[in-house]
């Protein structure tokens, strides 16, 4: 049985992450800070199809691996951001010898591709943006 309502509680939550994304970019703010946004708003979108589903919420970061549980088709390039996003949270959360700035086009393809995905799991759900923007 699907469960549209906790899909869509977790849609909003991914919405606030992708919002506030776009709000940093759009003043270009730190990239690191707006890749972990952006990393939180993949994983709550892939976590509602889960919760459409019904199924267990997994509790990792690993959005490759949250990809493994949903049904939902992606191709190469799309895992490929997946995995840089899921860099972002786990190594450009802290100081580390190899922390840097991830680039910024890198940075607007993600962002690009996180409100197509975000935009591909509503119309999926059949969430409208009035639900989601409602629920502020």
Not at 35 to 55: M, P, R, T, V, W
């Amino acid at each position: 049985m699907q469960n549209r309502a906790y899909a869509k509680e977790w849609l909003q939550f991914a919405n606030k992450n992708l919002h506030t994304a776009k709000l940093l970019y759009d003043v270009n703010h730190y990239e690191d800070i707006i890749g972990i946004e952006l990393q939180q708003a993949l994983e709550k979108i892939l976590k509602s199809l889960l919760a459409y589903e019904n199924k267990k919420i997994l509790k990792t970061h690993k959005l490759v691996e949250l990809l493994e549980y949903i049904d939902i088709e992606m191709d190469g390039q799309e895992k490929f951001l997946l995995e840089i996003a899921t860099d972002y949270y786990k190594t450009d959360r802290y100081p580390n010898p190899n922390y840097s700035l991830p680039p910024k086009e890198e940075i607007k393809e993600i962002l690009d591709f996180s409100q197509d995905l975000f935009d591909k799991v509503c119309n999926i759900l059949n969430v409208s943006e009035e639900e989601i923007e409602n629920a502020k």
